[in-house]
């Protein structure tokens, strides 16, 4: 019995352990997550713009983005100029 006891609660410091600090981690985790899904999101949208032949034009005024624009942020969706505020 008293054995048992021991046991079930090395087990249960031992996953308390694992969650030290769960606030921080879980919203660090929650961050990381929502940052690769929209990455994902933005590449995805950016192969169905290159299918339909409208990947590198500005969805704003439908100019060509600059070749250094694309080659810093591939996804990209506007024009320099139609980036800035
Ligand atoms: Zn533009």
């Given at each position: 019995?008293?054995?048992?006891?021991?046991?079930?609660?090395?087990?249960?410091?031992?996953?308390?352990?694992?969650?030290?600090?769960?606030?921080?981690r879980d919203e660090a985790r929650r961050a990381l997550l929502?940052?690769?899904?929209?990455?994902?999101?933005?590449?995805?949208?950016?192969?169905?713009?290159?299918?339909?032949?409208?990947?590198?034009?500005?969805?704003?005024?439908?100019?060509?983005?600059?070749?250094?624009?694309?080659?810093?942020?591939?996804?990209?969706?506007?024009?320099?100029?139609?980036?800035?505020?």
């Amino acid at each position: 019995m008293a054995v048992h006891l021991t046991a079930s609660t090395s087990r249960r410091s031992a996953s308390g352990s694992l969650r030290s600090v769960p606030g921080e981690r879980d919203e660090a985790r929650r961050a990381l997550l929502d940052a690769v899904e929209a990455d994902l999101r933005a590449v995805e949208d950016a192969l169905v713009r290159l299918d339909d032949g409208r990947y590198g034009r500005c969805d704003v005024c439908g100019q060509a983005i600059a070749d250094e624009v694309l080659a810093a942020e591939p996804t990209a969706r506007r024009c320099a100029s139609c980036t800035e505020p």
